[in-house]
């Protein structure tokens, strides 16, 4: 069973975000190390962008300061060399670094680096058709974003998917309020209507109240800018036991 899939089974999952090198690329390894023995099960590793279209303002001051730190993809690729776990990563990437790096070259050391899905955000679903069959042939999943206003086109989104579904739970972007409980909730039976893969929410989740909230109606919680917030101020374990807290 992949890793992606084994996060899931029997249970709900537990998904976090950081940002590749932030605060520093020893400590973003250091932090994944320490997965096994986390409560995360999947782990979105931002590769650092310097113009975050999706990312709040926390989120993107870190890629900024990653960014000038001079942490780049091939360091990133570097980095992950280096860690060892049985969780899933995934990143969560703009779609023009795949591009400047080369597709077939960024999905080969990806899969060698052990990644398990890529996120691309700013991706359209009419221009991704190509890049999801090339996901398909290294065996990398190719996680779809659906929002409450992506709904036209939600059928035809799904049906491409593959890992999980990521349902944005806040219109805007990340570290925002989450989008009225109702409108998610038609949003997620909605999803599950038209797909078999496990949907969970994220954007707008931020404590243990939130998480125990959305996993009543999704099969995953995604906390980003809050876990962002922890890595600025702690060191890698204490961070860990910090983000326990958020989803207990």
């Known amino acids: 069973m992949d890793k992606i899939a084994n ?7 537990n998904i976090g975000y950081i ?20 409560v995360l099960d999947i782990i979105e590793i931002g590769i650092p962008y310097s113009d975050p279209l999706a ?22 690729f570097d980095m992950l060399k280096g860690v060892q776990t049985s969780k899933a990563l995934v990143f969560l990437v703009y779609y023009n670094i795949i591009l400047a790096y080369d597709e077939d070259k960024f999905l080969r050391q990806s899969l060698e680096c052990g990644i398990s ?8 679903y009419e221009e991704s058709c190509e890049f999801a069959l090339k996901c398909q042939q290294y065996g990398i999943s190719l996680i779809r974003l659906i929002a409450p206003t992506s709904t036209k086109r939600s059928k035809e989104i799904l049906s ?3 890992g999980f579904i990521y349902a944005v739970g806040s219109l805007g972007v990340t570290g925002g309020e989450q989008s009225s409980l109702d409108r998610l909730k038609d949003m997620i039976k909605f999803i ?4 078999n893969l496990p949907v969970a929410v994220g954007f707008g989740i931020k404590n243990s109240s939130d ?9 995953g919680a995604i906390i980003g800018t809050k876990i962002v917030e922890i890595t600025s101020k ?3 374990q204490t961070a860990h036991q910090k983000i326990k807290e958020l989803f207990e």
């Open 211 to 219: 998480v125990k909230k959305t996993k009543e109606y999704a099969d």
């Open 19 to 38: 940002v590749a090198g932030y605060p520093s690329l020893e400590y973003s390894k250091e932090f994944l190390n320490l997965l096994d023995d986390s």
């Open 160 to 162: 491409g998917s593959s």
């Open 117 to 124: 899905g890529i996120l691309v955000p700013d991706m359209p």
């Open 234 to 236: 702690f060191d890698p």
């Open 7 to 13: 996060a899931f089974k029997g249970k709900k999952a």
């Open 192 to 195: 599950k209507d038209n797909t």
């Open 55 to 76: 990312d709040g303002k926390l989120i993107a001051n870190a890629a900024f300061q990653a960014c000038n730190n001079g942490v780049n993809t091939t360091k990133v």
